[in-house]
T-cell receptor
Framework: AQKVTQAQTEISVVEKEDVTLDCVYE???????LFWYKQPPSGELVFLIRRNSFDEQNEISGRYSWNFQKSTSSFNFTITASQVVDSAVYFCALSGVGRGSTLGRLYFGRGTQLTVWP | GAGVSQSPSNKVTEKGKDVELRCDPI?????LYWYRQSLGQGLEFLIY????????KSGLPSDRFSAERTGGSVSTLTIQRTQQEDSAVYLC?????????????FGPGTRLTVL
């Protein structure tokens, strides 16, 4: 079974603080993909990043960085020098490639509401 | 280019009525997904269409829910005899193919309220 856990329901920070959003996953598939999506107040889910199970390199994109560790089944997301516009709900998701998996089906965590105060 | 569009954006209905929700995917995308987002359940998968293959309906919560995709493009999600627990935001997403590699492009959703 596929499962994604985002233990942090809500996080509040003040602008310019760094913040890390945690994501822990469970899967029996050896090949899988991990995603982060952002859902701003407007409601539309926006894709941020994808990682495949064979690529544990960390990635940095501007103020965003992602730390993927298979040993702890975690795929954490850090925002450096947060801004008010980063306020949104962030979802971690998993898509497996294995027998019985629906191709492309995303298993989402419950999401973390991030609020950045000016 | 145009993204995924959904209509209506909001739907209020009375318990017991049928509703139809529409999704227009990105042109050329062969895979189409429906998800439901509710406070109690988070984001749940409902159904998946890939090209002309039979849809994967494994996420549909009851036989009151059905969906079709005509001509490999527009999809309609139908809920019959709506119940209050059906109140949620229904999200549609499309992707270039059914691969687990592809990111999905989401529409703005239809907020359904069942009174």
């Amino acid at each position: 079974a596929q499962k994604v856990t985002q233990a942090q329901t809500e996080i509040s920070v003040v602008e310019k603080e760094d913040v890390t959003l945690d994501c822990v996953y469970e899967t029996r598939d050896t090949t899988y993909y991990l995603f982060w999506y952002k859902q701003p107040p407007s409601g539309e889910l926006v894709f941020l990043i994808r990682r495949n199970s064979f690529d544990e390199q960390n990635e940095i994109s501007g103020r965003y960085s992602w730390n993927f560790q298979k040993s702890t089944s975690s795929f954490n997301f850090t925002i450096t020098a947060s801004q008010v516009v980063d306020s949104a709900v962030y979802f971690c998701a998993l898509s497996g490639v294995g027998r019985g998996s629906t191709l492309g089906r995303l298993y989402f965590g419950r999401g973390t509401q991030l609020t950045v105060w000016p | 280019g145009a993204g995924v569009s959904q209509s209506p954006s909001n739907k209020v209905t009375e318990k017991g009525k049928d509703v139809e929700l529409r999704c227009d995917p990105i042109s050329g995308h062969t895979a189409l997904y429906w998800y439901r987002q509710s406070l109690g359940q988070g984001l749940e998968f409902l159904i998946y269409f890939q090209g002309n293959s039979a849809p994967d309906k494994s996420g549909l919560p009851s036989d009151r829910f059905s969906a079709e995709r005509t001509g490999g493009s527009v999809s309609t999600l139908t809920i019959q005899r709506t119940q209050q627990e059906d109140s949620a935001v229904y999200l549609c997403a499309s992707s270039p193919s059914g691969s687990s590699y592809n990111e999905q492009f989401f529409g703005p959703g239809t907020r359904l309220t069942v009174l």
